[in-house]
């Protein structure tokens, strides 16, 4: 049974910092692209991230670029999604997501984690 739990998620005042972490289980995925999405209630899922298999290669949304740093770590099956400079807007459930496929298309993605609340007050 393949698993993803996010976690890290809080209440963060307008210019603070959260790192969110997104553990794998019952799938290979070291061997996956991981990316990391967000969705306000009454609108559509939007892409905020995604790295490669290996990490070399990372792509961002433009409205998160210079601000959200995404990472992984295979030897213990964990994507990382460090926010930073935070803002209001920035507030929605994140996801985590695995992909055999690279880019930003949520239909991409195949397995998806619970979500994880993020809150930044003005």
């Known amino acids: 049974q393949v698993q993803l739990a996010e976690s890290g998620g809080g209440l963060v005042q307008a210019g603070g910092s959260l790192r969110l972490s997104c553990a794998a289980s019952?799938?290979?995925?070291?061997?996956?692209?991981m990316g990391w999405f967000r969705q306000v209630p009454g609108k559509e899922r939007e892409f905020v991230a995604a790295?490669?298999?290996?990490?070399?290669?990372?792509l961002y949304a433009d409205s998160v670029k210079g601000r959200f740093t995404i990472s992984r770590d295979n030897t213990k099956n964990t994507v990382y999604l460090e926010m930073n400079n935070l803002k209001p807007e920035d507030t929605a459930v994140y996801y985590c997501a695995t992909s055999s496929q690279w880019g930003a298309v949520s239909g991409f993605y195949d397995y998806w984690g619970q979500g994880t609340q993020v809150t930044v007050s003005s």
């Open positions: 790295i490669s298999v290996r990490g070399a290669n990372t």
């Open positions: 019952g799938l290979a995925s070291s061997r996956r692209i």
